[in-house]
């Protein structure tokens, strides 16, 4: 009977040690807050787009936009479009789905990268890369008419 506790007493010891390990382990995401080395990037879109009219305001020219972006080390310039301005996509994602409002020229930048749980938190939840694209659209006059914010997770 001491023998039969004994072995049970291990098993219970030895599946609490799973339990901890498999739910507080490093290799999984669940209960750990999104990772950013820029706070700003893990806010909502419709924030970090009223952060960038605050650096950038309506009727700005192209111009000093540009220079204020540029003055983003960490901000990585894409494309400068002179021939098309920038295009608003559905929050549902839905492809074809979308409403150009973007003025006639853009400046497209990414401007960061965070990580950060998707979807429901499960027990095999991990954390994925999400990253932030901002969008600057001109008018004909190369003046500020509009900013879209647009995350998109980097995950298969």
């Not at 382990?25 to 209960?31: D, R, V, Y």
Request: charged letters at 25%; one cysteine or more; glycine letters at 8%.
């Amino acid at each position: 009977m001491k023998k039969c506790l004994k072995v049970l007493a291990l098993v219970v010891l030895i599946v609490a040690i799973l339990w901890i390990l498999l739910f507080h382990g490093a290799n999984f995401a669940w209960g750990k807050a999104p990772r950013s080395s820029d706070p700003l990037l893990i806010e909502p879109e419709e924030d970090i787009r009223e952060n960038l009219f605050e650096q950038t305001p309506i009727g700005m020219s192209m111009e000093d936009a540009l220079a204020m972006i540029e003055s983003h080390e960490k901000w990585e310039l894409e494309s400068v479009n002179s021939e098309n301005g920038f295009t608003y996509y559905s929050k549902r994602r839905i492809p074809g789905a979308q409403t150009p409002h973007g003025g006639k020229y853009s400046i497209n930048v990414i401007i960061g990268e965070y990580e950060d749980i998707i979807g429901e938190k499960t027990l095999f939840s991990t954390l994925k890369p999400i990253i932030v694209y901002g969008h600057w659209g001109f008018d004909e006059e190369y003046k500020l008419v509009g900013i879209f914010v647009w995350k998109f997770v980097n995950w298969p």
